[in-house]
């Protein structure tokens, strides 16, 4: 924990239970062949955890016999709602982070979906995006409705990490508008985007 | 011989103070409502059981 920052307090067992549901509900909401693809490429696991996601990692990469994070690294992973761990094959999701502290119930649930929403595409991209997608990212954002591309640039990613947050976000906007009763291309965007999308996530509603 | 540096570890989901959950949600709902879609969260049909009370 950095100097200043407030000590973190621990989720009660039946709100980290509620969490845990809430992340399962997500994974059936999602069509049946993109659970089989997560299958495929053994992204079909994780945990739902009230702790920060760097310690957490560390734990489970020095369980594996893996390299552990340095301190700064761990820090940096603090940060993060969820993470996709390729070494590990699993997704961690952080239901006690500070951003979900204090939004009403159902904030908390569509923000806690969405993250799981991004994660799991996430890892698709990182499976299955071809290194032309990763090279062209950059562009990529440019043609991003507004309000993605200001999220993704303020965050701080690397240019050749922008074409798999931009299909991890894609998708879950995708996933909102599907647990909405809409399907199809939506008017906002991009149509190179969307073509990216159901290449990589199988996405074909 | 010197220390093996470890992988670059995944960066994880992160957001910025400028842009963080709340704006997150609100640019979806923003993109929701530009086609007409009602943006409040519709929850899970099969979730009714394990809802808590709302206080």
């Known amino acids: 924990m950095a100097a200043g920052e407030p000590e973190r307090r621990s989720m009660d067992s039946e709100s980290l239970r509620r969490a845990q549901r809430i992340v399962d509900l997500a994974w059936r909401d999602l069509p049946p062949n993109h659970r089989l693809l997560l299958q495929n490429v053994r992204a079909d696991s994780w945990e739902v955890t009230d702790r920060p996601l760097g310690l957490r990692a560390d734990e489970l990469l020095q369980s594996a016999g893996q390299t552990q994070l340095t301190r700064s690294q761990r820090a940096a992973l603090d940060r993060a709602l969820g993470v996709w761990i390729d070494s590990l094959r699993v997704i961690l999701i952080d239901a006690g982070h500070q951003e979900l502290r204090g939004l009403n119930d159902q904030a908390y649930e569509a923000a806690l979906v969405r993250v799981a929403w991004h994660e799991w595409a996430h890892a698709l991209s990182i499976a299955r995006s071809t290194s032309d997608d990763v090279a062209a990212g950059a562009r990529l954002l440019e043609l991003a409705p507004q309000g993605v591309r200001v999220g993704i640039r303020s965050a701080g990613y690397r240019r050749n990490e922008y074409t798999h947050e931009l299909v991890a976000e894609t998708y879950a906007l995708l996933m909102a508008r599907r647990r909405r009763g809409q399907t199809g291309q939506p008017a906002w965007l991009d149509a190179e985007i969307y073509t990216l999308v159901r290449r990589v996530c199988g996405w074909a509603q | ?55």
């Open chain 2, 1 to 55: 011989m010197g220390a093996v540096k470890p992988p670059t570890p995944p960066k994880g989901y992160v957001l910025s103070e400028q842009h963080g959950i709340k704006e997150v949600l609100e640019v979806e709902a923003e993109l929701l409502r530009s086609e007409g879609i009602d943006p409040q969260w519709p929850g899970f049909p099969e979730d009714e059981a394990g809802r808590p009370p709302r206080t």
